[in-house]
């Protein structure tokens, strides 16, 4: 059975506050729809230009290093296979101040997966180039 874990690397004065990530199932399995909910705060407002650095190791390999820009993938960027959507608003509106749902879904996550441990670094940052988050995830598929 795969395991996961993540720590939240940010600091109190991140703009984007994450609080909690839970996945669907628990824990991922290869081959099946993968859903990671995000509940956050904005403490402010978060506008176009917005983005997000993901880069994924297997062990000590990089496997992706690669830039998004946060708006894009509101909208539906489904490039890499998988989307990110939020609870309220369209991807063209700013995120306002306040409680934010994120969710990051693949259907399914590749059933190809190497059974190994994976982290994931994903570093946020606002359009004007300043920290907006940081999140590290750990997800092992050895078992």
């Given at each position: 059975m795969s395991k996961w874990s993540y720590d939240n690397n940010g600091t109190d004065l991140d703009p984007l506050q994450i609080e909690s990530v839970t996945s669907t199932p628990d824990p991922p399995v290869p081959g099946q729809p993968l859903k990671v909910s995000i509940a956050a705060v904005a403490k402010e407002k978060i506008v176009n230009g917005a983005y997000v650095d993901v880069v994924v190791k297997l062990g000590l390999i990089r496997l992706?290093?690669?830039?998004?820009?946060?708006?894009?993938?509101?909208?539906?960027?489904?490039?890499?296979?998988?989307?990110?959507?939020?609870?309220?608003?369209?991807?063209?509106?700013?995120?306002?101040?306040?409680?934010?749902?994120?969710?990051?879904?693949?259907?399914?996550?590749?059933?190809?997966t190497?059974?190994?441990?994976?982290?994931?670094?994903?570093?946020?940052?606002?359009?004007?180039?300043?920290?907006?988050?940081?999140?590290?995830?750990?997800?092992?598929f050895k078992n």
């Open positions: 992706v290093s690669k830039r998004y820009d946060l708006f894009e993938l509101l909208k539906g960027d489904r490039s890499d296979g998988w989307t990110l959507t939020r609870d309220a608003g369209s991807g063209d509106d700013p995120i306002e101040p306040g409680e934010l749902g994120l969710t990051l879904s693949w259907d399914p996550l590749s059933r190809e190497a059974r190994a441990q994976y982290t994931i670094a994903i570093s946020g940052y606002t359009a004007d180039d300043n920290d907006l988050c940081n999140l590290r995830v750990m997800v092992d």
